[in-house]
């Protein structure tokens, strides 16, 4: 099966495709995707950092430059930044792909606190496989959608210990940490 | 109920302040002079150094002690009306010129690699030179005919104590190497040559030795 | 020790990397949208962006790097004029005191740093501030510093504080707040000197007050902060009128702040119209 990074040159950022493709590789490795067409398309008309993914044959992940981008030398690719982002948005698509996640609303339907502990779930994961996470990001990020307190969390090192979860399974930690807050 | 006609002395048994003092009016001022002068040259320079040091933690501190220095310059310059001097600036002078010597060579180092240097001079030489002529001060001036001047001396050495720890625990955590320790005191004496000349923050007789006698001092 | 130290040798350890305004320029991306359709209008950071808490952490680094700068900017006033000739011994004070309060934001940045997650020297330092700060005439400094970047210290808290209030997160407003309180002070202390200098040099202020404007107008530039829900920071009317400024003072900052956010979007529009 293939992976593509598009565009192959780039004229608005210092990005390098083919090093972004040998990142997608191995984590398409590690996630166990090989059987899957991929292409990845870089819009790098926006320092924007969002991700968004189209699945069909091939499965297009859509990522704006600031996703890949080093924050402190703008226009530079970071290695970090893109194989966090990558890490995300690839182990959203595996999840997608799999019937624990027949359930999960799409994209577009998503609310930001179901954004979030989807977000907590890959990144905790992806923690696990040796790529340095800023975990307090993250936690910020979660508290963000769930409140500055302590049932948010418990909510939130729950999902990031975890690694076998099921969507219904987020969406109840999820739920049980907003009741407990009131 | 005491009988509030009951005649009291007007000091208390426990109360063993004394009228006699080192310092005249005249005296007194030329010292509040110099004290805000000093001051004046120490928070400038700490503001300027603030741009040219590296480490986050010392370019904080210096904000920091750049306004303490800044406060205790204001309180020499608004004691001086007190003692007398209704232009403030003309006290507002260094004792001597070697007093000015030093503070150019205080100011001297500017590159990012000198923050050692930097501190040395301010925490290892002239603070310590301020320690020294403000408890001078205080223990021999009259108890009660200059107690505003005690007042601000209380607070101002409060203040010094504390920057002299804090600059002391920062040039002890940037010395690394025994070439730096070597850095450290050649600076310092360096420095304190020159204020051996100047005689220290007031000139000579800053800590009572080699004191020229006053007229109108109470001793 | 140099008087006037140029802002490249502005000094700072390994993590940070310093960008000029015209890199910033160079940067042909722009996360200001065209688009007309009012959900994607909305770039002011609150809560309800998608990207919230980055969009967030991203300005909140932005304010860490302006108050090592404002702390640099006054400490250099402290030192860069003789007392009494060029710069009366009160203004001094004044900038003294100013160090000390732009020291503690630096530590109060540090903290919500590490609150939000963000690493010292995550994000490019913009040396544009310090920059308003080399001017040799110290009121003009006083009224680009003080007045112009201070007044934008001032939206940007302001912003900022009510992003933790919506979010619910009291250790951001609490904060914010406090800054907010030291930065009317500055921005006061600004308006104050300029008053006091120039009362009988309108020339002099007329130079002061034009130099502040193209401050506010470089800080202004992409329309960064405008009234406009399109700007990621907001206009703090209040919190200006506690500083001293005029109502109409306020709406030239207004009128001028979206301005630059049009002139940003029609330029944007010229550079994606060449590209296609
Ligand atoms: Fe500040
Ligand atoms: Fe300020």
Wanted: aromatic content about 8%; charged content about 25%; proline content about 4%.
């Amino acid at each position: 099966m293939t992976v593509e990074v598009t565009p192959q040159t780039f004229t608005f950022v210092s990005f390098d495709s083919a090093y972004i493709l040998r990142i997608a590789q191995r984590l398409i490795g590690i996630f166990g995707l090989e059987d899957q067409n991929i292409r990845i398309d870089i819009n790098e008309t926006t320092p924007l950092g969002k991700m968004h993914v189209e699945f069909g044959d091939p499965i297009v992940i859509n990522i704006q430059s600031g996703a890949f981008e080093d924050f402190s030398r703008p226009r530079q690719q970071s290695e970090p930044a893109t194989t966090q982002s990558l890490g995300r948005i690839l182990l959203k698509v595996s999840d997608r792909l799999s019937p624990e996640f027949a359930d999960a609303p799409a994209d577009e339907d998503l609310t930001l606190m179901q954004v979030a502990i989807w977000e907590t779930y890959c990144v905790g994961r992806l923690s696990r496989h040796d790529i340095e996470i800023n975990r307090q990001r993250w936690l910020y990020n979660f508290r963000n959608r769930h409140g500055f307190n302590d049932a948010s969390d418990r909510a939130f090192e729950k999902i990031w210990n975890s690694d076998k979860l099921t969507w219904d399974q987020l969406q109840s930690i999820s739920d049980t940490a907003v009741a407990l807050a009131q | 109920m005491a009988d509030s006609k009951k005649p009291r002395a007007p000091f208390a048994p426990w109360d063993r302040r004394e009228l006699p003092g080192l310092f005249s009016v005249e005296e007194s001022a030329r010292r509040v002079g110099a004290y805000k002068w000093c001051e004046l040259k120490l928070f400038e320079a700490l503001g300027g150094w603030i741009a040219t040091v590296p480490e986050l933690d010392v370019k904080m501190r210096l904000g920091a002690h750049c306004y303490k220095h800044a406060w205790h310059a204001e309180l020499w310059h608004k004691r001086l009306p007190e003692l007398r001097e209704m232009n403030p600036d003309r006290l507002t002078v260094a004792p001597n010129e070697h007093m000015v010597r030093f503070i150019e060579a205080l100011t001297e180092p500017e590159a990012p690699e000198l923050t050692i240097e930097k501190l040395v001079g301010v925490y290892r030489v002239f603070i310590p030179h301020f320690i020294s002529a403000y408890t001078f001060h205080l223990n021999n001036t009259s108890d009660i005919t200059d107690a505003p001047t005690m007042r601000s001396l209380r607070f101002v050495l409060q203040d010094e104590f504390e920057d002299w720890r804090d600059g002391e625990m920062l040039i002890q955590s940037l010395i690394e190497t025994p070439s730096e320790v070597d850095r450290a005191t050649n600076h310092q004496a360096s420095l304190e040559k020159i204020l051996l000349a100047a005689g220290g923050i007031t000139g000579s007789g800053t800590i009572g030795f080699n004191t020229p006698e006053h007229e109108g001092a109470l001793i | 020790m140099r008087k006037f130290l140029p802002v490249e040798d502005l000094a700072r350890d390994e993590r940070f990397n310093q960008i000029t305004m015209n890199d910033r320029m160079a940067d042909q991306r722009t996360a200001i949208t065209t688009d007309s359709r009012p959900s994607r209008a909305a770039n002011r950071i609150v809560p309800s962006r998608a990207d919230a808490s980055d969009a967030a952490r991203g300005l909140m680094h932005g304010i860490f790097v302006g108050e090592i700068q404002a702390l640099e900017g006054a400490g250099r006033t402290c030192w860069d004029f003789t007392t009494g000739s060029e710069a009366p011994f009160e203004l001094k004070l004044d900038m003294a005191r100013q160090c000390w309060d732009e020291a503690r934001h630096v530590e109060i940045s540090c903290k919500l740093s590490d609150w939000m997650g963000s690493e010292i020297g995550e994000y490019a330092e913009n040396t544009v501030l310090f920059q308003a700060a080399c001017s040799n005439d110290p009121v003009l400094r006083l009224a680009g510093v003080n007045r112009a970047l201070e007044g934008l210290a001032i939206d940007v808290f302001t912003t900022m504080k009510e992003f933790g209030e919506v979010a619910g997160d009291q250790y951001l407003e609490f904060a914010e707040d406090w800054m907010l309180a030291d930065e009317v002070t500055h921005v006061k202390m600004g308006s104050d000197w300029l008053r006091k200098i120039t009362e009988n040099d309108p020339e002099r202020r007329k130079k002061a007050l034009d130099f502040q404007s193209v401050v506010d107008k470089l800080f202004s530039y992409g329309g960064t902060r405008s009234e406009s829900q399109e700007s990621p920071i907001g206009l703090a009317r209040r919190f200006r009128e506690l500083a001293g400024f005029d109502d109409q003072e306020i709406d030239v900052i207004a009128d001028l702040s979206l301005a630059a956010l049009e002139e940003r979007k029609a330029a944007v529009l010229e550079a994606q119209a060449a590209l296609n």
